[in-house]
């Protein structure tokens, strides 16, 4: 289906969503999929996904959508047939919430509790001996040389096998970098270097950021927390920021979460910032604009001595993460549509960043790019105000977890975007949008909800939008089968062929294709 804008927005009044924030058991061997359609002969690997698969331990619930215990998923295709696998993650929060049969290790929104079976001296000291960091990796998994590790965005990696889902080791990087956690999100360089960005404790009790290099070889493909061009780092600073008194000492106190610890300064907007990758040196030039919040960098670029940035922004400080709750996505729809109505509203954005800047120039478009309205203007205070232009924008609808063709355009002028299209935060749709005409290409079924879509590349491929989406959609309302694989023709988001399984699967973040 094509359409130029987000026109035909679907109801979902049987609430068919809330099935994907259920919990599942494991599988113990892999079952086989029902094919229909032909998949390509040169699709044959897996497709590998992380997310939430445990949502409460016995009587005690998870309370947010980044809390659920890490399950990881596989889809295997080979000769045209496919089969799915899923395994929870042996990190240390699961194990210990299994055996103790309780919460123990705090998670993004839900507090962990001292065990209540303990006499009330040894409940004392629990509480003053500081909560544990969790290692609960449900958010992406990546490959760094032959190893592929599962990760969350605290200090604690896991390695796993892709082939078994069996869980390996728990890696601190604490022990290796100086950072006390990195994002999910790194970037790979086409010769294999891995470029991740983590955060560590400065002066004042202020955070400060670190650019991690990882040499090759390695190989992989993945979106990103920050952007990378061919020779610059792009650091996006929002307003939402973590206090750090209150990280440092609120661990101590009962109840308290990551959650607690966040705060939005609602006069600061948001800062752009650059880094030279080789040498590796901070630009000293300030580029700001109105507030908002941002998880994903969809790509950016050099041209003409500028760099394009292009972004899925949240408008204004509110933290978006606020509106995830699991009591709030487990609601009738009309009540998830009127939480949606209050929380900061997404819009896909360019922002140019001029790298040639003279003091002289105030209140002058620094930007002379012919084919963007996006701005740069020089304030007398030295910094320059940037003011985006908007590729798309819908009420309440959001293109969030963006892929591109990674492999061959990542940090390169590019056409196309893939994405996952948030329905008031209920993803019912897969998106296509052309960055250059701002058209947009749907796949949408009735009470279908789909994953966030990776591009793979055709063998063969001339065009930049050669290839495959693969994302996994659930059907609660059909009796049989009612989740599957879908392959689209990355062209026009045609169907392909979907692999239908007889289990419910409830919502993946992120993950990648492992040929």
């Known amino acids: 289906m094509w359409t130029s804008v987000f026109i035909h927005s679907l109801e979902h009044p049987a609430g068919g969503y809330k099935k994907i924030f259920e919990s599942c058991d494991e599988l113990a061997e892999p079952i086989p999929a029902h094919v229909s359609g032909k998949i390509p002969a040169w699709l044959t690997g897996s497709l590998l996904r992380v997310g939430p698969g445990l949502f409460e331990i016995g009587d005690e619930p998870f309370y947010h959508i ?25 990190t240390d929060a699961y194990v210990r919430a299994m055996t103790e049969k309780r919460i123990v290790i705090t998670e993004f929104g839900t507090a962990a509790y001292p065990d209540p079976c303990k006499n009330i001296f040894s409940r004392f000291f629990t509480y003053f ?3 544990e960091v969790t290692d609960n990796c449900l958010v992406n998994i990546y490959p760094i040389g032959e190893d592929f590790y599962a990760c969350t965005e605290t200090n604690y990696i896991t390695k796993v096998d892709p082939d078994t889902l069996e869980t390996i080791k728990k890696v601190d990087l604490c022990n290796y970098l ?3 956690g990195v994002t999910a999100h790194p970037h790979t360089e086409p010769d294999g270097t891995v470029y991740n960005i983590g955060n ?5 009790m202020s955070l400060a950021y670190n650019i991690v290099k990882i040499p090759p070889p390695q190989d992989g493909w993945y979106i990103a927390f920050f952007g990378m061009t061919e020779n610059y780092f792009v650091f996006v600073e929002t307003p939402v920021k973590i206090n750090l008194l209150k990280f440092l000492t609120y661990w101590s106190i009962r109840g308290t979460n990551y959650m607690d610890c966040f705060e939005s300064n609602d006069k600061m907007g948001t800062w752009f910032h650059l880094a030279t990758k080789n040498p590796g040196e901070y630009i000293d030039h300030k580029f700001r604009t109105s507030a908002f919040n941002l998880f994903h960098h969809i790509n950016c670029y050099e041209d003409q001595g500028f760099i394009v940035v292009d972004l899925c922004t949240w408008k204004g400080h509110d933290f978006v993460y606020n509106y995830l709750y699991l009591a709030n996505v487990r609601q009738n729809w009309e009540e998830v549509k009127k939480a949606a109505m209050r929380a900061p509203q997404p819009e896909v954005r360019r922002y140019v960043l001029p790298l040639d800047i003279h003091r002289e120039e105030q ?8 084919y963007t309205t996006a701005t740069a203007v020089m304030c007398s205070d030295g910094s320059v105000w ?3 232009e908007v590729l798309f924008s819908g009420p309440r609808q959001a293109f969030e977890f963006p892929q ?26 897969i998106c296509k949008l052309n960055v250059k005409s701002k058209e947009t290409w749907i ?22 939008d050669d290839g495959v989406l693969m994302s996994i959609v659930v059907k609660p309302g059909v009796t049989q089968r009612p989740a599957f694989l879908l392959i689209l023709n990355a062209t026009d988001l045609t169907e392909i062929a979907r692999a239908e399984v007889d289990v419910m699967i409830p919502v993946t973040l992120h993950g990648m294709y492992k040929p």
């Open 363 to 370: 209140g002058k478009n620094l930007v002379s790019l012919p």
């Open 404 to 429: 591109i063709n990674y492999k061959k355009y990542c940090g390169k002028n590019y056409t196309f975007a893939y994405g996952l299209g948030l329905n008031h935060f209920v993803p019912d749709r």
């Open 386 to 388: 940037l003011e985006p």
């Open 178 to 180: 100086s950072v006390n």
């Open 200 to 204: 560590c404790f400065g002066k004042n």
């Open 129 to 131: 001996q500081g909560i």
């Open 66 to 90: 980044f809390d659920g215990q890490a399950l990881i998923h596989k889809f295997d295709l080979k000769d045209g047939h496919v089969t799915y696998y899923r395994r929870f993650i042996r």
């Open 443 to 464: 796949w949408q079924e009735p009470d279908a909800y789909p994953s966030e879509p990776l591009f793979v590349q055709s063998p063969d491929a001339k065009d930049e």
